[in-house]
């Protein structure tokens, strides 16, 4: 990382100048980086009370309604809210590297954006490229849950119009749902209306959510009491599955919690981002987690877990105590919150191509603005076509496993950034080839200043600008005299060990994770597997925690925001836990998104590749990109 890169140097070959183009990273969003002709930022409207609206809405869906029994028949029993609590911890750790990156990085793209200027752009692409994907298939699967609660509502199957209702096209295996398609249509005209006019929309429709929760804890807690809570009396115990049950319950419902990353995508719409995003990613998962735990813990009372249904258990909870009309409140509030999580799944999307096409990746009318209402109505439109189109043929919930691909993909990379941004933050910017006259003027300058000093060049090092004309120039940077014990890494090593500590974090991790999983394997290939993954995770973990962090953290992007806790231990904890969700999606799972991700690679070979913004950009150090910016306000004056 001590060097630049040229990601268009002639002479090297088409394959190293393309594998190049996979690493070069592009610089945080500021004040420096004006919006093209023809595009405009989006609207300063969100504060927290909205990050709390859009956070607890993507996130309560009706799986809460649904996964209280399967889980606890399956794995947690009695035990249900505690495998919520450490799943919600588990959510916490990625939580907080996203309250840090986007206080610091607030522009629309979320896990995308924060990629593509720390790791780089290839990483950034496949991480983009996924959470299209997921937010298209996950929009599409909630909106089609949608029309059977609403039957149920109406007197049950058959209570839907027939203009909304499903039907089976004649001669083929397919189910049409207009129900779903036109909620879809609904919710993107929404969207497209303004981001401060959906988000109170979403405020509403959850509001009526949470109430319907509250009145299912208040509610049960009375029959609770009056009947002796029959789910704990039980001589199976508080663990009939014993605590490794209460982990697996707890990596099943973790994917409860994975809507809280849609708060980050709006970072760009927030009026204070360093004080908001933080505040309204911690208060929705806080509220959600609270939520969840104490609706665990009254329905498990209520009934014993073996007897649960394991498709409505809250609503068969009442019924079975003679209160049947709660099953229509229950059953309204599944709705209210599929229709929640529907905003909260196609609000994101948009955002993501936005910044995708802003980047050069994808065609820029994704990237365009609207004047009035200040939203990418392009995007916005392309999303909800897309996603009423899957809605309308497809029953996607086969594809559900998709969706936690995409989240636990930019989680995982989410805490990767974390501490690249703490250990080894980018020391180059790059900026457009326009600046090259300015770049070759204050780089001569530097090489006058360099050549008449000769107090203490014997350790001076010093860092190329190589531009897309392959033109050596050199900036000086005079390294800091180091104490002589050989202990005291200089800044270059510390640098170094700090890349080479985090790689070897994450391959141990995956390495720990693939072989605790393949049970299949036999113990002798296993059980050393599982040996050479901890050690390389322990090894980065001491390394890490040993050397000192970066000064540059402090000064890296906007200032003064959340700063994650316990780094390198909390995202080390946090890559390992989100590894080890991904290689237990099964192998179907992953089957099916390498054939999306491969098409990401053909779409970025052959147009984000050579179409980025960065294709020409020219690559300084960071101590000089402010002063050539600088210069190149005072002449433009």
Known sequence: MGFLVDTQ?????????????????????????????????????????????????????????????????????????????????????SAF??????????????????????????????????????????????????????????????????????????????????????????????????IKESTFAQGIVTAANVCVLLFVIVAGTYLGFKTGWAGYELPTGFFPFGVDGMFAGSATVFFAFIGFDSVASTAEEVKNPQRDLPIGIGLALLLCCSLYMMVSIVIVGLVPYYAMDPDTPISSAFASHDMQWAVYLITLGAVMALCSALMGALLPQPRILMAMARDGLLPSIFSDVNNRTQVPVKATVATGFCAATLAFFMDVSQLAGMVSVGTLLAFTMVAISVLILRYVPPDE????????????????ICGEIKSSDHVGTSNSSTQPLIGKNDAAVHFPVIEKQEAQGCWVLSEENRR?????????TCIGAFVLSYAASSLSFPWLIRYPLCGVGGSLLLVGLIALSIIDQDDARHTFGHSGGFMCPFVPLLPIICILINMYLLVNLGSATWARVSVWLLIGVIVYVFYGRKHSSLANAVYVTTAHAEEIYRDHAVSSA
Request: charged fraction near 10%.
């Open 496 to 504: 170094i060990v700090a890349g080479w500590s985090i790689m070897f």
């Open 97 to 194: 590297c996203y309250a840090e990156l986007s206080s610091r990085c607030p522009s629309a793209g979320s896990a995308y954006h924060y990629s593509y200027i720390c790791v780089g752009e290839g990483v950034a692409w496949l991480i983009g490229w996924a959470l299209i994907l997921e937010y298209t298939i996950g929009g599409s699967a909630v909106a089609r849950g949608i029309s059977p609660n609403l039957a149920l509502i109406f007197g049950g199957e058959d209570g839907l119009p027939a203009v909304l209702a499903r039907h089976q096209i004649p001669g083929l295996d397919v189910v049409v749902d207009p129900c779903a398609a036109i909620l879809v249509f609904v919710v993107t005209g929404l969207l497209c209306m303004g």
């Open 429 to 444: 910017l790059p900026l457009p080839s326009s600046l090259q006259e300015r770049i070759d003027s204050v780089s001569f």
């Open 9 to 93: 140097k002639e002479g090297g070959g088409h394959s190293w100048g393309c594998v190049r183009s996979l690493v070069r990273r592009k610089q945080v969003d500021s004040a420096n980086v004006k919006p093209e002709e023809g595009h405009h930022q989006l609207a300063k409207a969100l504060t927290v009370p909205h990050l709390i609206a859009i956070g607890v809405g993507a996130t309560i869906g009706a799986g809460v309604y649904i996964l209280v029994g399967t889980v606890a028949r399956e794995h947690s029993g009695p035990a249900l809210a505690l495998s919520f609590l450490i799943a919600g911890i588990a959510a916490a750790l």
